[in-house]
């Protein structure tokens, strides 16, 4: 039995419950991240609290982040997780009924610290559904952080699944490219890496950061549309589960990219600067 | 100590709990429905019924909402609830981790009824505050049913209340009137009742649908700009709490109208109706 904690609480997960009255079940009213786990070291967990943070404070949530660390360890080790994921979700509480918080709500944020498996992936490239559905403008909402308010990713990914696809990419109103359901997507074309630029309406990914990081290819984020990708010489989308993964294909239009080469090169550097992080860090962690 | 129903179940408030993995409170996957009750009749409850189950499709979650008028009698008697709110949401539940849900989800949908007071309003006509969010668009989300995804309605509100207004005006990236945090709107001129469409990216609301049919004036359902709204005779909006509650002003524009005695027509008739529906929906209920 893998144990959560709630509230700083360590509890097993047959116990790990929250009141109907919390927002973030009533409205969806708080964020979370997904941190990928290799040899028992949560990688780039700063870059992870710091978006957090920063999602926090878009949403007025009161909640002292840096008090995740010592959480976060105590959970891998009780749970002993060697590879996974480490899911941490903060909403805003519980404490009024309507959509305005109460000044001086009886209880503060709630914070909830999991851990799940990695999803297992097969890594051959994916086929993205250019789905009906368009992205939230980040005029409407934060979308740049991860908001517990997934129904637009989930309407894209079901979208996409009955058509057969891995993902779903979205663009915006303007029918610029945007990301997928689940993942930041880029571009290599003449030795350039593309990928949009946050202003577009793009979830600030982490493994985002750590591509244009480590991108042996100088790089342009672009507010672009399907078109310009579409002369590509590869195509590949990211998130902490897959990394970096080939796309050879976008439907209904029925173009095709031979994206597996450059990826798996990308994928190589992430490789690397993960085993290199866990290292570095193991020290903090185990 | 009130009562609450989990799927089914009725249980004390206290025990009311769900599961951290219910995707409602993961990812605000789910809908729900506030309805007022008067004499302890829901009014309009088939109206409600009829969103809360369109809405349902729409997110695809399999749910038989025929069977929410033996529950909800159930819950007004144990909680005797005479004037109030009754709240139901419904979820997609447990059972997948990622954003597309599982085929053969562990758990079915989640559904909880509760009941509130209703909230106490000064009647006194309100301010509104023109917000910097847009809504979100109908081509994002399907915005007409009352989604779990409040972040955006929040976010307004809070700005408005930070500006000492009642509520806030949300338009369109369009800049078209939409509705407002927690309600319907509405304007008077020329003895034509103007309220944007729902095409627009506007709730189906109960009191609006109340509102259309029981109008002494002609109805048009428009697209329009918020300057249209200002040559205005009277402007007005409406929830289940509320009913009619006329607007005096928008911030920061400055623009003032003397909204309350064709607004006062519209709340008796509304009124009234409320009234009626409860005498003839009496046997039902009661």
Redesign the interface.
């Known amino acids: 039995m893998a144990s959560?904690i709630?509230n700083s609480q360590l509890l097993p997960e047959e116990q790990?419950?929250?009141?109907?009255?919390?927002?973030?079940?009533?409205?969806?009213?708080g964020v979370?991240e997904t941190i990928a786990v290799q040899g028992g070291v949560p990688y780039q967990f700063e870059v992870h609290i710091e978006r957090l943070t920063k999602g926090l404070a878009a949403?007025?949530i009161a909640f002292d982040a840096q008090t995740l660390a010592a959480q976060a360890k105590q959970l891998l080790r009780a749970n002993d997780v060697k590879e996974g994921l480490l899911r941490i979700?903060v909403?805003r509480g519980s404490g009024s009924?309507?959509?305005?918080?109460e000044k001086n709500a009886a209880t503060g944020a709630l914070c909830?610290l999991?851990t799940?498996p990695m999803?297992q992936i097969s890594g051959k490239p994916a086929t993205l559904w250019q789905t009906?559905?368009?992205?939230?403008?980040p005029?409407?909402?934060p979308v740049q952080f991860k908001?517990?308010?997934?129904?637009?990713?989930?309407?894209a990914?079901?979208d996409a699944?009955e058509n057969n696809c891995f993902d779903a990419l979205l663009c915006n109103?303007q029918k610029h490219v945007c990301e997928t359901?689940?993942g930041n997507i880029f571009w290599v074309k003449d030795k350039i890496l593309f990928t949009p630029a946050i202003a577009c309406g793009v979830l600030e990914g982490s493994m985002r950061s750590a591509i244009l990081r480590l991108s042996p290819w100088r790089v342009q984020e672009v507010d672009a549309t399907a078109g310009q990708m579409t002369r590509a010489d590869a195509v590949f989308i990211s998130n902490v589960a897959w990394k970096v993964l080939a796309v050879n294909e976008i439907k209904p239009q029925g173009i095709h990219w031979n994206s597996e080469a450059l990826a798996a090169e990308m994928h190589a550097l992430i490789e690397q600067d993960i085993a290199s992080y866990t290292q570095q860090h193991a020290g903090q962690w185990l």
Do not use: W
């Not at 009924?97 to 918080?101: K, S």
């Not at 908001?147 to 309407?155: A, R």
């Open positions: 959560v709630i790990a419950h929250i009141p109907i009255s919390d927002r973030g079940f009533r409205y969806g009213d979370f949403l007025k979700q909403t009924r309507g959509y305005l918080p909830v999991e799940m999803p009906r559905y368009t992205k939230p403008s005029k409407s909402l908001l517990c308010q997934g129904l637009n990713s989930i309407l990914r079901m699944d109103e359901s689940s």
